[in-house]
């Protein structure tokens, strides 16, 4: 019988050595080691035989080979599964260059991409954001920015009056500070704000001019507040916006609202110094107007344009093209 | 303001001679020198030449035929397009060949076949100052066919164009900058002309102030002996390269006294000054004045005559004399006026009239009332010079109104200079900074007493001289640190949750458009949109001048844009702000939201609207019983948060589209942003997930058209109670089998159960729950 073993055991390897698919490894498999299969067999013929060394030797063979079977098959199997994954991936492969979906985001405008970095830029120096409404009234606008009416400073601002209210008392706002003021009303110091908006000028529009443009102003009050604190802010900043490598300078200049006034200036690592905007410590006029004793509070401010940021990072030779609406681009940033 | 560098060195001998210091040490003193230019240095082959004649062509509207004689008694032809000059003048030609300042190149460009021999130029052309207003008229007595600067004794000038501002009248004379110099490097400054002596017998021009408000100081000297004559070199030079014409001696050293002492005066011909004196009076209502620029000028009763001593008006006070009384080439008494007045009716009239002159530009930013004696005794100085004859005359003038200033003197504590600057300063060391640009200072207790000098009228108080302080210390040495907020920064709410919803639009594929935020006349109509609005007094574009009431109409002209460049399907979106009118101090701006989505249709605004909603925790009501206006009447749909519209939702109505030219069907969405950025929105809380199996199953109701989604929607929620765990409306159908006006939703609905495993019973009994509630509504399970 154990001749019969070997045989039955030797064929049974040779049938799984000869399937080619996975489908019939586990047919052939179940054909072996089934109930009905030759070792099932063999192990109810073991009662049939005469001695006990008979038995004993006859019931290891049938063992051994059913083990050895039972491993080829396994093997055989996960052979066949692997070549049947290997299959189906070649089968699969795809040239990843073949696409043809469109991109689907949306694109921020470019003044939005500025403005935000303007802001993150401040919130990490500390500073928070304040807006305010772009038709103002004329107190707001001008005379409680140390521009009372008839001030010759005035005639620096081309503003688009609008008709609402008494004539002359309500303005397209000229510029970001009048929120300074609406901020000093409103919050008491100390005050570290930035306060980005649409400003509006009744200039005609060229390659780098608007009528209606963007402004991100600061205002920082507190006690004690020096201009030494100005220059060190606006440095901060322009290393933290431009980089490490840039510096900043103050040059005496002339706002109604700020005395001392200054322009700053940055200077690129190559040396050439850029015009960025202008700055100062806040009037003592204003401070009252926005209802602070300039003798307990003293403050800075500065303001820029944010339109520039985005024409000069992007290269945009003309400025009006930002406002054009037009996707083709709108999509290219 | 243009400031010659020789001009300089001669007012104070002890600054370098080195335009970079100089130029540097200006910028640093708050006078930002814009360029340094070498100007009157001629153009190499352009000479003076004598007009022969003009000609029109009848073929050229444009340009006329000029002959000229560049003194080789040749006549040559040039097309010229400025119209100014007659036979006999004498002009500056170009030969061709000659290579121009701006990098042109002249050459005999024939125009309808007609070759021209070079181009007359003007100032500008030459690089002599701003004026293009036509042909540059040069002297009739001068030299032909000689390079034109040698004949009008031009040298080469270096010249700063400085931006002076507004707190800085002094800076508008070469005197003023170079005092504030002066102070910068620390060298000795004095400018006393020499003193007039009055040795002519008394003459007088008399003056009688009418309305001294608005001149509190009138001065008149008369000076005779005067010969009319060119001007020195270096002073046509210098003139020229300031930017001012040279005209004559008399003229130019008016002109020359006014760029060095900051002091605009003017002189008249004492002969033809009716009654010999002058009367200071407001123009009546309507009164005409023919300025000396040729203009006929009418006048309101808020504008400064200058009459003569007969009343009749001979110059715009301040601002621009009359021809009437002009220095002529025959004058020889001169009688002249050195006056201040009053800076705002200056400022009004100049702007009244748009005559900004040079004198106007002077008067109205604040000139000094006092030092006017070395002004006429510099001019004095100046005339002498070709004028060696000349005689002052007994019986000046100095008539002053009770409206002339005082000096002002300010206390200046150290320690608040200090407090400003960031660094310490002692009543010492502000004196020794600002006693060299003028400010007499005196001890006061601990402050310092400062009088400020005539001429810085824009100093009045302490915080004016913190900031001469710092000028003359000089900003770079005032240090730089940095103050600390006490506060966390960061974005509010509001704006945390602006830029959320701005990421959300963007990641739906939507792009960020900024449209303009003037209207034309009409374009709210068009849109369909109630035509109230808040309009411009004074728009920038005839017609635009209406504010915007709504983003809408911006983003269809954005579209239509886009479809006009075969961009279709254009997704944009625009958070800006709106203002419709109102009866308060301020329109009602607000902050809004448009979105259209061009190509698509009112269930893929809907569909925005509910994404939006979601991400952003929001909830609205939508009514289609109120159709918002110009949008397509079976759909749109307002927004409503309790009582308030928000929003509104549907699609542009065809009407509105066929308006704005757009062809493709436009999706619309719009939110005040003002209302729901500021609400709080509601904070997600965790509901447990069940572990136990769900199932699914779909319903198809037959229901009228009549009973919108929304209801059923509701119903079937009732009706299956907590056991439902999601459901979707998948299908939408009308036609065959479904009877007319009706249709069929079929919808799917999981349901689940958190502590066990649904039975068929349990599902049963839901399913019939549903039928139930939906039967209510009228609806019929479909087969």
Known sequence: MIDEILAARDGALARLAAVTNLADADAVTADLLGKKGPFAAFKTRLGSLATVDEKKAAGQAVNEATSAVEAAAAARRSEMQRAERATQLAAERLDLTEVMSRPTRGHAHVVTQAWQRLEDVFIGLGFQIAEGPEVET????FEALNMPPQHPARSMHDTFYVDHGAPGSTVLRTHTSPVQIRVMQTIEPPIYMVMPGRVFRNETTDATHLAVFHQIEGLVIDRGITLADLAGTIEKFTQAFFGVDFTSRLRPSFFPFTEPSAEFDIRTPSGDWLELGGCGMVHPNVLRAGGLDPEEWSGFAFGFGIDRMAKERHGVADVREMYANDLRFVTQF | MKIVHSWLLDLCPGLPDDTEAIA???????LAVESVDRVGASVAGVVTAKVLRTERHPNAAKVHRVYVDAGDGVERHVWCGAFNMSAGD?????????????????EPKPILGIPSQGMLCSAR??????????????????????????????????????????????AYGHLGVARDL?????????????????????????????????????????????????????????LSAAGMRPINNVVDVSNYVMLECNRPNHAYDYETLGGHGFRVRLAAEGETLVTLDGAERTLTADDLLICDGNDRPIGLGGVMGGQNTEISDDTTTVALETAWFEPLGIMRTAVRSGLRSEASARFERGMDPHGIGAGIARFVELLRITSPDLVVHEGAVDARSEHFPGATTITVRPGRVGAMLGTPFTA?????????????????????????????????????IVEEVARHYGYAKLGKTVPKSSLPGGLSPVQQRRRRLREVLLGLGISEAMPHPFLSDGDLARAGLAADAVRLVNPLVVGDDVLRTSLRPGLLKAVAYNESYRTPNAAMFEIGHVYPPSDDVLPAEYEALGVVLAGREAPAAVDLWREIAAAMGWGARLDQGTVPAGLHPGRGATLSLGRDAIGVVGEVHPDVLDAYEVTERVAVLELNLSVLLATEPKVPQWKPTSRFPSSDFDLAFVLPDSVIAEKVDKAIRQGAGSALVDLALFDVYRGKGVPEGSRSLAYRLRVQAADRTFTDADLSAIREKVVAAVAKLGGQLRG
């Open chain 2, 182 to 238: 002066a102070a910068r490097f620390g060298v000795p400054f004095d400018y006393s002309p020499p003193a007039v002596e009055a040795t002519g017998a008394p003459m007088t021009a008399t003056v009688e102030l009418v309305d001294g408000d608005r001149c509190p100081r009138f001065t008149s000297v008369v000076i005779s002996g005067v010969r009319v004559a060119h001007s020195p070199d270096w002073m046509a030079s210098r």
């Open chain 1, 138 to 141: 004329d107190w707001h606008n």
């Open chain 2, 428 to 464: 010492e060391q502000i004196t020794a900074l600002i006693e060299p640009i003028g400010f007499s200072c005196a001890p006061d207790g601990g402050n310092v007493a400062v009088t400020v000098p005539s001429w810085r009228p824009d100093c009045t108080l302490e915080i004016d």
């Open chain 2, 125 to 170: 052309e030459l690089g002599l100052g701003d004026d293009h207003s036509g042909i540059l008229l040069l002297p009739h007595d001068i030299a032909l066919g000689v390079p034109y600067g040698e004949a009008l004794g031009l040298r080469e000038e270096l010249v700063y164009d400085l931006d002076v501002l507004r707190n800085r009248p002094d």
């Open chain 2, 24 to 30: 540097e040490a200006l910028s640093d003193l708050g």
């Open chain 2, 90 to 106: 004498v002009v500056p030609l170009a030969t061709a060949g000659t290579a121009m300042p701006d990098g042109r190149l002249i």
